[in-house]
Every structure is written in structure tokens, then in C-alpha cells.
């Protein structure tokens, strides 16, 4: 069963995306090269519909479609049979040893994320149920629409695209293209904004119900910061290019990638504790560093720098006297505990 490990399917995902997006561009480079400038659309479009390059080229996608909608279909199939398996022999929950806390969206609450977000989601069924009967509907309908949308592509490919590129009408090919990534696009955005607005719905109601509670926080008293960590964790040189092409990460991702690695990520700190250091990231997860040392001789009046167990860490803060604050609760803490 190691085939069809959550890591293998991902890795044949992704190539399947990589291949799918290298497909593209090179229908778009053969439209180029093919086409002279100057050309009527409408023979622009027979002249490519004409080469057999470019017929290979969309039976490729096609094929790439299908292989992706059965890898769909093996992992939900894998999912239920180890979702009946795992009731008829229910294994002990093993605990990860690096806790990681996320912020309930509710109730604000810190709970521990656990593996694959087991304790988080165990969190909102119990606590939460209507949400977390909501966003089950939620969930099933997204998928439905997406694996609609997917499915979707077929009769776009018979009904409109190969019509079209019998007759060499380029716009009609273009405009089908168009709007099938647009509606693609336009139902991602809704869906988000959707969720947004559910959830918004039902933490005001939690709200009401409850009397509102500040976050309390430790040592480091909720200082607003700025952490760099430097030689984290490296870029993976042999799959970035794989993950630079996925369709849906294709603008997404090297912006993400761009800020996370150039850009000091803003942190809320908590607190420090048996040589960890505490605090909120952007999305609200509660998450901690170990702490090895101090490096005072990298430190300046403007940053702190502490060793980590492989590389080191930066924290600004906004204003200075912040700064100091953490710097002193720090100093005290690690020579109070040498590690
Ligand atoms: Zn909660």
C-alpha cells in the first residue's frame, strides 16, 4: 500500500500537472510558430487544427485529464477503504512530538493541531457541531463542483474545440478555452468568499452567546514582530520547477515562495518556555521554535538572532523598547537554563 502513499500520489499529481501545464505551452508555442504574422483568424485556426503536432498535443491533454481524474478517483477510493478498515480495527491515536496549535476560528481557542488536523477538526466537531456540519456540505459541494468543472472539459473538447478546429475558428477555440479557465476561476473565488462569510456567520453567533475573552498570552505579552529564519528549510532545486508549473499554483506559488523566503514574516510572540519560543504566525497558528542559544554577537539594538538547532533567527520589532523587553525575558530564560 506504500503505492498509494499520500506523499506518491502527490508526487504523481504534481508531474501529471507539470505535464499538463508543459502540454499547454507547447500548443501555445506551436500556435506561434505555426501561424505566420498576418494571418485571417479564421485560417489561423485550420492551419494549426491542420498540423499533427497540435492533434498529439490535445490528445496528450485529454490523456492527462483522464489520468488525473483516475488518480482523483484512486485516493477517494484508498480514503473510503481506509475509512471502513480503520473502523472495523480502530489503531491508537499516536500523538506527533512537535505540537502545533492552530486558533479555532470560532471560539479563538488554541488547539493542537494534531496529525493531519485530526485534533483540530475532532475541536470543531465537538464543540462546533453546526459549523462542522456546515462546512462538511460545504466541502462535498465544493468537490462536486470541482469534479464537475473537470468533467465538464469533454464536452467542452467534442461540443466546441474540435468543431471549431475542423472549421479553423480560432476564436471560438480561444473564447472556450477562456471561459472554461473563467468559470474555473470565478467558482474558486466564490467558493472562498463563501467560506468566508460562513464562518464569519457563526463565530458573531458564538459571540453572542459567549462573552467575548481576550487572548491571554505569556512572557513575550503579545509583541507584535518579525521573524527571519535563515538555512530553514532549503528550496527543493529538483521540484521546484514541477511545483512552478502546477496550473493552480502557477502565479500563486513563486509570490508565496517570493515573500516567505525575502520577506520577514510578522508574528504575534507569546511567550518563551522550556526553551521554546512561542507565538502566532499570520494565519493565527500557534507554533514554536527550539531555541538553542543566543547570539549576542550577531545581535544589534535593531535585531535579536538566536541559534537554532540547524540555522538562526531573526526578530525585529516595531519599536525598540519592544525589542528590549524580549531581549531581556530571552536572556534571562536561556542563562537561567543552559541548554
Ligand atoms: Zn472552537
Known sequence: MKLLSLKMWRRAMSLLAFLFGLTVLYLIYLAWSIVPGGTKPQTAGGLVAKDPRSVLAVIALAGEL????????????YFAYEKVTGLRHPKPVTKSLVLSFRRCPICNDN?????????FRGHLRS??????????????AMGAVFVGWLIGFFPLLVLVIVPASRTGEAAIMLYGFVGYFGIGF??????????????????EEWQEQHPLHERTYGNLKGIPAKLRVRTGVPVDVATLPLRLLHPVLLLLEPIVLLFARFSM????????????????????????FEIKNLLPEQSSAERIVL???????EIRA???SDLETVRNVLSTAIIKTPA
Open 66 to 77: 483522464l489520468a488525473g481524474l483516475g488518480l482523483f478517483g484512486t485516493r477517494l477510493a
Open 111 to 119: 488547539v493542537p493541531f494534531g496529525s493531519l488536523g485530526r485534533g
Open 127 to 140: 464543540e462546533h457541531p453546526d459549523y462542522w456540519r456546515s462546512s462538511m456540505r460545504w466541502s462535498v
Open 186 to 203: 470565478t467558482v474558486t473565488i466564490l467558493g472562498a468568499w463563501s467560506g468566508r462569510a460562513r464562518r464569519r456567520r457563526f463565530r
Open 265 to 288: 514574516r510578522k508574528v504575534t510572540l507569546d511567550k518563551f518556555e522550556e526553551g521554546r519560543l512561542w507565538f502566532y504566525d499570520r494565519f493565527g497558528t500557534f507554533t514554536s
Open 307 to 313: 541559534e537554532l538547532k540547524k540555522g538562526s533567527l
Open 318 to 320: 516595531e519599536n525598540s
